[in-house]
């Protein structure tokens, strides 16, 4: 059997069935990434043991006649800034290069619950800093579709597997767009769950109010399936909600009849790139024609959250990143003294992207300053959330390209941060609101590169955006694309 490009719900039934084992799944995945990693770069670390000996136990739980996990047998692919017991994680950060947790995310911990087995931990964004992967200490991650341009960041790596077949379903995080946008670029379906939905628990910290955990697929049920294994409430996080969660994979069979979808029409007809408008059109066309109702709304604020994200996101990134000293864990280069050993080590340990955020962080949460930056975007941030708030009183989801354009070329953008930073512009938003969002492929650019369609709904609605996507996977019917890498 030819396993990439097989669904995990296919995955699960051949191992259920004994059709096959777990084992050689796992075996024809690593034998995969091994031999596509030189070129796409989207493993830091491939977990050959761990994940045959996780596949092991899968079948003899089956041979005993055991019941099985949702995910049982099923490849996942987790972004290296989830805490992984015995296995490296280093956020693609030379600070954490040999970095080995003593124990396991929250979602890790459900993943080995459920029966997945973890392939390895995906390159990113170092410290999941940036737009393309190209922060990364350990190299910069290709596009399946079109090697020279970016996979988009922060979660570059586990985009990159998804849609390149080395892993059915993988994990990310998403802080201002992290999952979305290079679920955008790559034309996979990803989830930021509302803030709350997903224990943050193991996952390293970039900016905490913002920071949440997300799945990524190449279907929207795949990602919903996913995100019923990981999501609940865990008392470790201070921040996880005790709120029920629902049957994501049931929604996606809701359809669209009677939803009320709001359109943002100001930032759709302001696009400056004619494929991303007309596709998005087009995904707005088929919602209507599925018996939906196209709403206009607006968000007056939303023009601001560029600017009150890197206030709030690099402030928080200033004060979580703190810890990494050379002191207690991680790269420590000696200096004559304590101060000259923090310096050193921080200098040469960290990026040029982590060491811009951080020196904004401080700048803006520095006296005489506080008040005048950081105050002023927490104020603009309840801005932006009452404009959802009013939104959704005349809608249930608010539709926007998830991306401004498709997949830029890698070295494009590096050289003006700025630049780099609006290609967040519509991702941003609901982060800042906490509302959850999904982004999912709903069309082609005349080059080919995919362009994909971010739903946002209220808080703890994410039944709502899986049955709203699944209608525009449905009818885009771009599922069973997949790029040419002549493998």
């Known amino acids: 059997m030819s396993f990439p490009w097989q669904s995990a719900f296919e995955i699960r039934e051949q191992v259920q069935s004994g059709a096959t084992t777990a084992v050689d799944v796992a075996r024809a995945y690593l034998d995969r990434a091994e031999t596509m990693n030189p070129e796409l770069a989207c493993f830091l670390t491939i977990d050959h043991e761990g994940a045959l000996a996780a596949a092991a136990q899968v079948d003899r739980a089956r041979e005993a006649g055991e019941s099985l996990g949702p995910l049982a047998g099923v490849p996942v692919a987790v972004k290296d800034n989830l805490c992984t017991r015995g296995l490296r994680t280093t956020c693609a950060s030379k600070i954490l290069e040999h970095y080995i947790p003593p124990y396991d995310a929250h979602v890790i911990e459900a993943l080995r619950r459920s029966g997945a087995v973890i392939l390895g931990k995906t390159n990113l964004d170092e410290f999941a800093m940036g737009s393309s992967n190209e922060n990364s200490a350990f190299g910069d991650v290709a596009n399946p579709w079109a090697l020279d341009r970016a996979p988009g960041g922060s979660s570059g790596g586990s985009a990159c597997a998804t849609a390149a077949g080395l892993a059915p ?20 379906t990803a989830i930021k769950p509302t803030y709350g939905r997903v224990s943050r628990y193991g996952l390293v910290a970039f900016a905490s109010s913002l920071d949440q955990v997300g799945p990524m697929a190449r279907s929207v049920r795949e990602a919903a399936s996913l995100l019923e294994v990981v999501a609940g409430h865990d008392p470790r996080d201070a921040t996880s909600a005790e709120r029920p969660t629902g049957s994501y994979l049931e ?13 943002v029409r100001d930032l759709i007809d302001g696009l400056q790139d004619a ?12 919602l209507e024609t599925k018996g939906a109702t196209l709403v206009d709304v607006s968000l007056p604020h939303a023009k601001h959250a560029v600017s009150v994200y890197y206030l709030i996101a690099t402030a928080e990134a200033s004060s979580n990143l703190a810890r990494f000293d050379g002191i207690r864990y991680g790269l420590r280069v000696s200096g004559d003294d304590l101060t000259d050993t923090y310096t050193k080590t921080r200098a040469q340990g960290f990026g040029p992207e982590v060491r811009r955020r951080i020196m904004l962080g401080t700048y803006a949460l520095s006296a005489g300053y506080y008040d005048a930056f950081y105050l002023k975007a927490q104020r603009v941030r309840t801005l932006i959330r009452r404009d959802y708030d009013a939104a959704f009183e005349h809608c249930d989801v608010v539709c926007t390209p998830t991306t401004p354009t498709s997949a830029f070329a890698l070295g494009e953008k590096t050289s003006d941060p700025l630049q780099m930073y609006l290609a967040d512009i519509f991702t941003l938003p609901p982060s800042l609101a906490g509302l959850a969002a999904i982004s999912t492929p709903c069309g082609r650019s005349s ?41």
């Open 251 to 263: 929604a996606c069979d809701r359809g669209a009849k009677g939803l009320r979808v709001g359109v």
């Open 169 to 188: 379903l993988a994990l990310g995080s998403d802080t201002g767009g992290s999952v979305r946008q290079p679920a955008a670029f790559c034309g996979v």
């Open 275 to 286: 494929d991303v408008r007309t596709n998005v059109e087009a995904a707005l066309s088929a």
């Open 447 to 487: 080059e080919g590169l995919p362009i994909g369609l971010q739903i946002v709904a209220p808080p703890f609605e994410e039944d709502i955006l899986c049955s709203s996507a699944q209608v525009v996977e449905d009818a885009c019917g771009l599922v069973e694309a997949h790029p040419d890498l002549a493998r």
